[in-house]
């Protein structure tokens, strides 16, 4: 691995730990480096929170070490006033003379306009190193500027002979205890979470996270004619949840009601209106139907399912994804559960 690319990768880890915490903001981690010694660090933690770039910044008290410094930064400096000023006034102001970006920022305010003022005021700039990795750092935030909707993970546990339901299921669960774990640390993850409303129905899914620590994401779900009544947990006013429906209806304490045309192909509508909502991600967790309006209109960027230790022989078969379509990125076991994700779009690692 090349020098600069050592420090990069570092900013990469430390931007992890913003993972679920930073929406609708990007995931950022900053080094800065002297003669091959890390000085400082940052990462952006929290939402509303100071940026990775000025925390690195000001961790260090005797400003003369920052005398023929770089700094290393997952993505373009910030060139606006938003919840804090902006990093590349920090930047300039702090006489840092060497800027490592990994990856230029997509949105409209900054998109290259941090790279060409630090530029103009004589910082050397270097761009896109381990670009590729810094994207995927902010897959959701890229998808999100990019393609105008959240970047969408189908998510589903299928039996070993392929059935995601069945009279014969115990418990009303196929995947082990491991598997589902899993599953509440992803939705800490996500932003939104989606299901259908025959899911509400027979599951009566809380779509909350019990399993892991972090926060809850915004409950989604499609009821056309608002059949499901309030006895329900995903209507029990515990957390935001969203509800599409063709009928009119006044919102409730955390729970908004929002009209779309059923005449119309409503997977668009909603994504349009979570856009507007600054959702940037979006984890559909069934049934079948709502699975397959998004495989049909080939609307998803990741399908992770859980091949699971049961036999069913009957009941509702699950969704299928073309093998051209989706590329395994990842197979491994989860006790006695096989986990596989596939990505509809590839990438060099
Ligand atoms: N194993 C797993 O991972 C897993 C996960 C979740 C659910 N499940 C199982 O899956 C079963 C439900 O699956 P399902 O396919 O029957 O139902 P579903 O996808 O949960 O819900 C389908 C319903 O959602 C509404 N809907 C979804 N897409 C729509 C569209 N494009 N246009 C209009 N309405 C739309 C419709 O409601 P209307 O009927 O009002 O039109 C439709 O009947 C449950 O029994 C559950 O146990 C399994």
């Given at each position: 691995?090349?020098?600069?690319?050592?420090?990069?990768?570092?900013?990469?880890?430390?931007?992890?730990?913003?993972?679920?915490?930073?929406?609708?903001?990007?995931?950022?981690?900053?080094?800065?480096?002297?003669?091959?010694?890390?000085?400082?660090?940052?990462?952006?933690?929290?939402?509303?929170?100071?940026?990775?770039?000025?925390?690195?910044?000001?961790?260090?008290?005797?400003?003369?070490?920052?005398?023929?410094?770089?700094?290393?930064?997952?993505?373009?400096?910030?060139?606006?006033?938003?919840?804090?000023?902006?990093?590349?006034?920090?930047?300039?102001?702090?006489?840092?003379?060497?800027?490592?970006?990994?990856?230029?920022?997509?949105?409209?305010?900054?998109?290259?306009?941090?790279?060409?003022?630090?530029?103009?005021?004589?910082?050397?700039?270097?761009?896109?190193?381990?670009?590729?990795?810094?994207?995927?750092?902010?897959?959701?935030?890229?998808?999100?500027?990019?393609?105008?909707?959240?970047?969408?993970i189908l998510k589903w546990a299928?039996?070993?002979?392929?059935?995601?339901?069945?009279?014969?299921?115990?418990?009303?669960?196929?995947?082990?205890?491991?598997?589902?774990?899993?599953n509440?640390?992803w939705r800490?993850?996500e932003?939104?979470i989606?299901?259908?409303?025959?899911?509400?129905?027979?599951?009566?899914?809380?779509?909350?996270?019990?399993?892991?620590?972090?926060?809850?994401?915004?409950?989604?779900?499609?009821?056309?004619?608002?059949?499901?009544?309030?006895?329900?947990?995903?209507?029990?006013?515990?957390?935001?949840?969203?509800?599409?429906?063709?009928?009119?209806?006044?919102?409730?304490?955390?729970?908004?009601?929002?009209?779309?045309?059923?005449?119309?192909?409503?997977?668009?509508?909603?994504?349009?209106?979570?856009?507007?909502?600054?959702?940037?991600?979006?984890i559909v967790e069934g049934?079948?139907?709502?699975l397959?309006?998004?495989?049909?209109?080939?609307?998803?960027?990741e399908c992770r399912t859980f091949?699971?230790?049961?036999?069913?022989?009957?009941?509702?078969?699950?969704?299928?994804?073309?093998?051209?379509?989706?590329?395994?990125?990842?197979?491994?076991?989860?006790?006695?559960?096989?986990l596989?994700i596939?990505?509809?779009?590839?990438?060099?690692?």
């Amino acid at each position: 691995m090349k020098y600069k690319e050592i420090f990069m990768k570092r900013a990469i880890q430390l931007a992890k730990y913003g993972l679920g915490l930073t929406s609708p903001n990007p995931m950022v981690g900053c080094v800065i480096e002297r003669n091959g010694i890390i000085l400082s660090e940052g990462w952006h933690y929290k939402k509303e929170m100071y940026h990775a770039e000025f925390l690195a910044i000001n961790n260090i008290k005797d400003e003369c070490l920052l005398f023929n410094c770089t700094l290393y930064v997952t993505l373009e400096p910030c060139v606006h006033f938003g919840e804090t000023p902006p990093c590349v006034d920090l930047i300039i102001k702090k006489n840092i003379p060497r800027v490592v970006v990994g990856i230029q920022d997509p949105c409209d305010k900054v998109k290259g306009l941090g790279i060409k003022k630090l530029k103009k005021y004589g910082i050397e700039v270097i761009e896109n190193v381990l670009m590729d990795k810094c994207r995927i750092l902010n897959k959701r935030f890229f998808t999100f500027y990019e393609k105008n909707r959240p970047y969408i993970i189908l998510k589903w546990a299928q039996s070993n002979d392929g059935f995601i339901y069945s009279e014969n299921i115990k418990d009303n669960r196929i995947s082990g205890i491991h598997a589902r774990q899993l599953n509440h640390k992803w939705r800490s993850e996500e932003d939104g979470i989606l299901v259908g409303r025959k899911t509400v129905l027979n599951d009566n899914p809380k779509l909350n996270v019990r399993k892991w620590f972090g926060k809850n994401p915004v409950r989604i779900f499609i009821d056309q004619k608002l059949s499901i009544s309030n006895s329900h947990f995903i209507l029990d006013g515990s957390q935001y949840t969203i509800v599409f429906t063709e009928k009119q209806k006044k919102n409730q304490e955390n729970i908004e009601y929002i009209q779309i045309s059923f005449e119309k192909k409503i997977i668009n509508q909603i994504l349009n209106f979570l856009h507007k909502k600054k959702i940037l991600s979006l984890i559909v967790e069934g049934g079948k139907k709502t699975l397959e309006n998004f495989i049909q209109e080939n609307i998803w960027d990741e399908c992770r399912t859980f091949i699971c230790d049961v036999v069913l022989k009957s009941g509702l078969k699950a969704p299928e994804i073309t093998e051209i379509k989706g590329i395994v990125s990842k197979k491994m076991n989860l006790n006695k559960d096989q986990l596989i994700i596939k990505l509809n779009y590839q990438f060099k690692n």
